[in-house]
């Protein structure tokens, strides 16, 4: 999610997307399964709710925030998993009341120009790798966010001007300097590349794709370019 004004899709880009028969996201965003797939997924279970990790005291601070900054009920959040909290409170970052969705817009693009759709993993590679985030980090992020959200707000756009920049050693080094403890992030970022790289070999094989992933997958040694 990003706020319209910061929107990134210069020239080259569209020429590109434009050059290319099929578009790669991550997952296949236009299949219906795929959606309904990741919805049920994130939603709780028979796991343990929110509110019964948080001690009182923390319940009530996390409460607050919640209703005052993204206009949520913890009643809502006791729906989902406790992991994916965190993702929802990106919108609070984001500085502005109508974030659009990068997803969103290439799939628009896509479907006008009748492109193929396809993603580099299943929902349950997404899923699985949330669920192995230990619920005390969650709590930990959750709990540093809320008191510190004037410089989490600073940190994102500094994230934000190196991605508008289009720099990739800034925004890995500031990706690093606001790692979580207890939060491995080589399985979010190195072990996913690493899968993914059979794929995209194979499928830029046969036409040529536009590959659509998070910044974060681009830069280093480790890293999808590479």
Same mark, same amino acid.
């Given at each position: ?13 569209? $020429?590109? #997307? ?23 997924? !994130? ?6 709710? =929110? ?8 319940? %009530?601070?996390?409460?607050? /925030? =919640? $209703? ?12 989902? *998993?406790?992991?994916? &909290? ?10 502005? @009341?109508? +974030? ?5 817009? !290439? &799939?628009?693009?896509?479907? %006008? ?9 299943? +929902? *349950?590679?997404?899923?699985?790798? !949330?669920?192995?985030? +230990? ?6 992020? !959750? ?21 508008? @920049? ?16 207890? &939060? @491995?992030?080589?399985? #979010? ?20 794709? /536009? /590959? ?15």
């Amino acid at each position: 999610l990003i706020c319209p004004e910061d929107f990134v899709w210069t020239e080259r880009m569209k $020429q590109s #997307f434009s050059n290319s028969e099929k578009i790669c996201f991550e997952l296949d965003l236009d299949d219906a399964g795929v959606m309904t797939e990741i919805t049920l997924g !994130l939603m709780a279970n028979s796991e343990k709710k =929110l509110s019964e990790y948080l001690t009182p005291e923390q319940y %009530k601070i996390i409460e607050k /925030f =919640l $209703q005052d900054s993204l206009g949520l009920q913890m009643s809502f959040l006791d729906q989902v *998993k406790p992991a994916a &909290i965190p993702g929802m409170m990106i919108t609070s970052a984001s500085g502005c @009341d109508n +974030p659009v969705s990068y997803e969103d817009s !290439l &799939i628009h693009i896509a479907k %006008k120009d009748n492109k193929e759709i396809m993603g580099l993993e299943t +929902p *349950k590679d997404q899923l699985d790798l !949330l669920d192995k985030i +230990p619920k005390d980090s969650i709590i930990s992020q !959750l709990m540093y966010a809320v008191q510190n959200n004037a410089e989490d707000t600073g940190d994102f756009r500094e994230m934000m001007a190196a991605y508008k @920049d289009q720099d990739l050693p800034k925004l890995s080094k500031l990706m690093s300097s606001v790692e979580e403890p207890g &939060i @491995d992030m080589n399985a #979010f970022l190195v072990n996913r590349n690493k899968k993914w790289i059979a794929q995209i070999i194979s499928k830029m094989k046969t036409c040529s794709v /536009f /590959f659509a992933v998070g910044a974060g997958h681009l830069y280093g040694k480790d890293g999808v370019i590479t």
